[in-house]
């Protein structure tokens, strides 16, 4: 098929450009040009003369199979100039149920397929994990339709689909996957599928008949958490501060216990890899969940630290991770202190149109120390007694701080927040209620 497409590139190339030069076309080249131009239909390309639209023609035969190629030119004869218009309807053949039926079990084996289904069996089924077919999944989005995309990111696409038992699901088609990445696809969407925690994103199977793989998710219907946060409608605007102040520790505290389960009570060891507030979605009663493993890597069973390329996102990159390559859990706490930070000062993590010095959250907080109160966001200032003020701001310092070996676990970051948001809720820890407690007596 290869072959073919070279050929018929040259071909079309060679009528267009008459050869290498232009020249007046011959009588008898007229009218097959004419001939060509009645037959012309469907896509519209405007196609310069030369070499360089090889490329460009060969690309679209290859994904379109039919396309409608047009020219215009003007030749000087002997008679005058002479306006000449090329039309080629150009339509090849697409690949034989035969051909396509080879191309699935092809990709369906190199992406690991037959080792999942061996490791289900033995796991009795999978627990509830499913490999799904292209047709159904198709069929669940419309053919991936563009009014079924739920978001855009740096590993894919996500769209909203709705399953033949109308269960309705989150399809997520990626970009690329790494070869090394696929020696282990199988046995890691195994372990996420595993994952069974309220405030994580619940895996429910994959699609192999594609050269990268497609995950299904369960969907989460109140979007994102950046979307809550740094939303033109932001539903915390509407709170008062109190409830609104409760609904940011109460969303911070669920993520951290679900990055905690992840690190340490997984069967499986568990580095997220891509914390960010785009990456934790709420439900219809605002519960947070974690999602996007896109970055996700499985924990080695030794004390070794895992090496990689560098992968996630700007604004909430560990420092040290960024140095050496090196995944770690102390990596997801910096990226969620970025998290809190958002939460509690309604800024995004980067920002660009301000001053340079302004750009990095981070850096403006770090920049700040003494005066961070300066950046809470107005509804957290007139909820927050001090010492919770205190306590939080500490928090977030250990959080972001340059060095891995100083910032707390996931766990005990879970721990203070929940205990911090228990103090919050007694009339001592407002402001203004002149109690000088400890929140850390909470837990």
Not at 6 to 18: E, G, P, R, S
Not at 144 to 155: E, K, N
Not at 226 to 234: D, M, R, T, V
Request: hydrophobic share 40%.
């Amino acid at each position: 098929m290869m072959a073919l497409f070279d050929v018929m590139v040259k071909l079309i190339c060679f009528a267009f450009t008459n050869g290498r030069h232009r020249r007046v076309p011959t009588q008898r080249q007229v009218p097959v040009l004419r001939g060509l131009h009645k037959h012309a239909r469907k896509l519209h390309l405007q196609m310069l003369l030369g070499d360089e639209w090889r490329c460009i023609l060969k690309e679209w035969l290859q994904a379109k199979r039919q396309v409608h190629l047009s020219s215009q030119s003007s030749y000087r004869g002997r008679r005058g100039r002479v306006r000449v218009s090329v039309h080629v309807l150009l339509a090849l053949p697409g690949p034989s149920e035969e051909e396509l039926i080879k191309t699935k079990q092809s990709f369906f084996e190199h992406n690991g397929g037959v080792i999942l289904q061996q490791q289900m069996r033995a796991d009795n089924g999978g627990g509830g994990f499913k490999i799904f077919s292209t047709e159904e999944l198709e069929k669940a989005t419309d053919n991936f339709a563009v009014d079924r995309v739920l978001g855009r990111g740096g590993h894919g696409i996500v769209y909203k689909g709705v399953l033949e038992d109308n269960t309705v699901v989150a399809i997520k088609r990626s970009k690329m996957m790494e070869a090394a990445e696929t020696k282990e696809f199988a046995r890691e969407m195994l372990i996420l599928s595993q994952i069974n925690h309220r405030n994580v994103v619940k895996l429910l199977g994959c699609c192999l008949e594609v050269e990268v793989p497609m995950l299904v998710y369960e969907y989460v219907s109140n979007g994102t958490l950046y979307h809550y946060i740094h939303g033109s409608s932001s539903k915390l605007k509407d709170l008062d501060s109190d409830k609104a102040l409760d609904a940011r520790l109460r969303i911070a505290a669920e993520s951290a216990e679900a990055l905690a389960y992840m690190h340490s009570s997984a069967s499986t060891p568990i580095l997220h890899g891509d914390v960010k507030t785009a990456n934790i979605l709420l439900d219809g009663s605002l519960t947070a969940k974690v999602s996007d493993f896109g970055a996700s890597k499985l924990a080695p069973s030794d004390e070794a630290e895992i090496a990689t390329l560098v992968q996630g996102s700007c604004g909430y990159l560990d420092p040290e991770y960024l140095m050496t390559c090196q995944l770690t859990d102390k990596s997801d706490v910096y990226s969620f202190g970025v998290v809190l930070l958002e939460l509690l000062t309604g800024k995004k993590a980067l920002y660009f149109d301000g001053p340079e010095e302004d750009r990095s959250l981070v850096f403006t907080v770090t920049m700040k120390i003494g005066r961070q109160d300066e950046l809470l966001d107005e509804q957290v200032r007139k909820a927050m007694g001090p010492e919770a003020l205190e306590e939080v701001t500490n928090l977030v310092a250990r959080c972001v701080s340059m060095s891995g070996e100083e910032r707390p676990t996931m766990k005990e970051v879970a721990e203070r927040l929940e205990a911090l948001r228990r103090y919050q809720r007694h009339p001592w820890g407002k402001a203004g209620s002149g109690h000088h407690g400890d929140p850390e007596e909470e837990e």
